[in-house]
């Protein structure tokens, strides 16, 4: 199953590690340090550059993480997700 990310940015949800909200999440040491360090390794893929409301957290099967920043709230993706 995929989930869409927004902008036509797809992802397989057997690759999905965690969304995240933006906001509430940040506010952590450990999820700035995160964030910090996905961006200097250049693994963080924005979808738009709207106002971002979401991160999601991916593996691939190198077990490689990709942080995607999405415009979509934490709570639409759920929905999306749960759709069968």
């Known amino acids: 199953m995929f ?3 927004g902008n036509d940015v797809l ?3 057997k690759n999905l590690i ?3 909200d933006i906001e509430k999440s ?3 040491k ?3 340090d995160f964030l ?3 961006e200097k390794m ?3 893929v924005n979808v738009s550059y709207e106002l971002p409301k979401s991160f999601i957290v991916c593996l691939d099967e190198d077990f490689n993480e990709t942080v995607y920043i999405s415009q979509i709230s934490t709570a639409t993706l759920k929905k999306r997700f ?3």
Request: zero cysteines; hydrophobic letters at 40%.
């Open 42 to 44: 250049n693994r963080i």
């Open 11 to 13: 992802i397989n949800t």
């Open 3 to 5: 989930l869409h990310l």
């Open 36 to 38: 910090s360090s996905a």
């Open 30 to 32: 450990h999820t700035k």
């Open 18 to 20: 965690g969304i995240f």
């Open 26 to 28: 940040s506010i952590s």
């Open 82 to 84: 749960v759709k069968k």
